[in-house]
């Protein structure tokens, strides 16, 4: 039984050696501190070193902990870490948001601002950094009022690395120093690892060398307390990086067969294409190029496999930077690569700006709700002196009732009467002032920015605003917002009013619904006025970005060459079928490899997309076709059954001689509520039983 047929069985044995070795040096190292002094459940320590197994356990540990907000919260930060380890970024945002819910029933602050900064992670990751920065700056005010040294500094990290995101390697140096500061003497390895870590590579950008070395050696020095396999890789690639900005080929070498390790314990393809890479750059350096040449396309075969393109793109501008001169016509081949290579550093420095860019406009926009919040300042002050005013008043008849009695008492209140109005006049005139400064901001912001009352009805719009509802500002002022919303919007703007009324905050993604009837998404946010009289609204389109979101899952589903599903695709099946029945056929190719070693791989990628649209063409629509490896093949039959499955292999057999190339065939039904993994090994092992009795029987 191949180690290849039981991935899950060789990743068992390798965290029970990485396990087994981590202990020994704990071991060795007497008694070491705690990890941290962070409420943990045990799921989200395994998480670190079996991610999978950690998903696999969560449904039924959600379900022994139901009535419990504060463990549900603690095993949403499980699920979190694992999301981390996997790189799902969307899955840890999602994850990091419930756990910061149920820890706010539970009432445990310190899990609140956990769950905050988890999320705000996930939203960096995705390029999102408005909310990230918006989350960071609420786990701020939480730790404001329940102080916590450990969070304090993972808030700090969160900045740093956010500065990184962003270019702003200043900044991510001195966050990453305030986070360390903060930790004081507290051991708290892994923050204190990763906040070296942010250091090191702040100060490999800014040319401190020798301080990087530095700082990486008390990474690795506090990381070895710790069993983070993808955080010691980490330690690493910032090594290596540091090693080859020195020259030290020696030292990049022994970087990159670690990362190689801990990709290998891991099963980790994307550790294993930065160590093929590091040790192709190193080769590079060594002058041995044809070395480089096989590590480097190792490291870009690794990342395409994986989906992650700006990988990939890095290996492939060093591949043509560095080696095109081995090509034929080399001058031209150097003018073509070397102008891709200056375009594609154009977009990356144009990326950077528009983050940059990002970034202070964010600044900006914090700056101009400040001035709304004084403006609102300044109203409730006008109001409190009109009710003074109203007072005064009363006193003056109460005081002409007794004129007679008190005539120069009445004189001088009199006098005081008049300059109370001269001043009740000037203080109206500064409100009408400071109303139309008001208005000038809100109608001159760039953002879309508008008023509205608690029964949605727009109060002020800036233009922005009325140029994405495809209206006059003056048009728009008392018409509810909600006419220009989808139906199902309208509901959720609803919801969303109500929950503003109680909570004084709010946010939802709202379908907008243009004059012209083209839909955009919003992303609203609103927050109610001191008085609670009406509500300050902000919107941002973020119809484009969810479009590109869609296109990049339904790209990472889809096999690059067929078009067919890849292996991603019968998770998606899987939850589309649910409980119902379902039959696999299983096709291995015959003898593909000679195609490629006797016609080239150009005939046998031909053939491997001919025989995908051959075998789409025996399938119903609701069915699905997965390239599954190299030359093989999954048809899966939704609602199928053994008849269902006999009959499909009786036409693939029958028309075997039209296809492409010929085949082999096993297959499987579902077998009560069995997974589709388990069906699909079945049916491998019938294609090889059947394929085995061929060959015996000739």
């Known amino acids: 039984m191949s180690a290849r047929r039981h991935p899950s069985l060789l990743r068992c044995l390798l965290v029970g050696v990485w396990m087994a070795c981590a202990g020994l040096a704990f071991a060795s190292a007497g008694d070491a501190p705690p990890p941290d002094t962070l409420p943990r459940h045990p799921l989200e320590t395994l998480a670190l070193t079996d991610p999978e197994g950690v998903l696999a356990r969560l449904p039924a540990e959600r379900a022994a902990a139901a009535g419990d907000p504060r463990t549900l919260a603690l095993l949403e930060l499980a699920h979190a870490n694992a999301c981390r380890v996997m790189a799902d970024w969307n899955c840890q945002r999602a994850t990091g948001a419930t756990a910061s819910a149920a820890a706010e029933r539970a009432g445990d602050p310190v899990l609140q601002v956990r769950g905050l900064i988890i999320e705000a992670r996930g939203h960096i990751a995705l390029q ?305 002032e400071s109303e139309a400064r008001a208005t000038d901001l809100l109608r001159l912001s760039r953002g879309m920015v508008f008023l509205h009352d608690l029964e949605g009805r727009l109060v002020m719009v800036n233009l922005a605003t009325a140029e994405a509802l495809g209206a006059l500002p003056e048009n728009l002022v008392g018409r509810a917002l909600a006419e220009y919303l989808a139906d199902a919007s309208r509901r959720e703007f609803e919801a969303s009013l109500q929950r503003l009324a109680q909570q004084r905050s709010e946010e939802a993604t709202l379908v907008v619904r243009r ?77 593909f490899k000679q195609i490629n070693d006797s016609r080239g791989h150009d005939e046998g990628d031909r053939v491997l997309v001919a025989m995908t649209r051959y075998l789409e063409n025996q399938m119903r629509p609701e069915d699905a076709v997965i390239r599954s490896g190299g030359d093989e093949f999954l048809l899966l039959l939704a609602d199928g059954d053994s008849a269902a499955a006999q009959a499909l292999i009786g036409r693939l057999k029958a028309d075997m001689d039209a296809a492409p190339c010929r085949y082999s065939l096993g297959h499987a039904e579902r077998e009560g509520d069995e997974r589709l993994p388990d069906t699909l090994a079945r049916a491998d092992a019938d294609m090889y039983t059947r394929r085995r009795a061929a060959r015996e029987g000739r």
């Not at 190689?260 to 099963?267: K, M, N, P, S, T």
């Not at 490291?299 to 095109?324: C, H, K, N, P, Y």
């Open 128 to 432: 999102d950094y408005t909310r990230g920065e918006q989350l960071l700056a609420s786990a701020q005010m939480l730790l404001a009022r329940s102080p916590n040294a450990e969070l304090a500094a993972d808030v700090f990290l969160a900045y740093s690395s956010l500065s990184e995101f962003i270019g702003k390697h200043e900044s991510g140096l001195r966050y990453a120093g305030l986070g360390l500061d903060a930790l004081d003497q507290l051991p708290a390895p892994l923050v204190r690892t990763r906040l070296l870590r942010n250091q090191a590579r702040a100060q490999t950008r800014l040319g401190q060398l020798a301080q990087a070395r530095q700082s990486l050696a008390d990474a690795r020095q506090v990381a070895s307390t710790v069993v983070d396999p993808k955080l010691h890789a980490e330690i690493e690639l910032e090594t290596a990086r540091v090693a080859r900005l020195a020259g030290d080929v020696v030292e990049q070498v022994r970087a990159g067969e670690r990362v190689l390790e801990l990709g290998r314990q891991l099963q980790n393809s994307q550790l294993g294409g930065l160590g093929e890479e590091v040790l192709g750059l190193a080769a590079l350096d060594a002058g041995d190029r044809p070395g480089a040449r096989k590590r480097l396309q190792a490291a870009a075969a690794a990342f395409r496999a994986l989906g992650l393109d700006r990988d990939e793109l890095r290996v492939t501008r060093q591949l043509l930077d560095r080696l095109i001169e081995d090509e034929a016509n080399p001058a031209i081949w150097r003018e073509l690569a070397q102008r891709f290579l200056s375009l594609e550093r154009e977009i990356a420095q144009t990326d950077r700006a528009k983050a940059a860019d990002d970034y202070e406009a964010r600044y900006k926009y914090a700056q101009q709700e400040l001035e709304v919040v004084r403006l609102e300042s300044e109203s409730a002050l006008a109001h409190e002196r009109a009710q003074s005013l109203a007072r005064s008043n009363r006193l003056s008849i109460w005081l002409t009732a007794c004129a007679l009695l008190l005539v120069a008492v009445l004189a001088v209140f009199f006098v005081h009467q008049r300059r109370t109005t001269r001043r009740l006049q000037r203080l109206l005139a500064e409100r009408r």
């Open 515 to 591: 004059s012209d009837g083209d839909e955009r998404q919003w992303q609203y946010s609103g927050r109610l006025s001191d008085n609670g009289g009406y509500a300050i609204g902000h919107a941002v389109d973020i119809t484009e970005q969810r479009r590109e979101a869609e296109a990049l899952r339904d790209a990472s589903l889809h096999d690059a060459l067929t078009g067919a599903w890849n292996r991603r695709g019968i998770g998606e099946f899987e939850r589309r079928i649910g409980t119902r029945r379902w039959a696999v056929v299983n096709v291995d190719l015959d003898q």
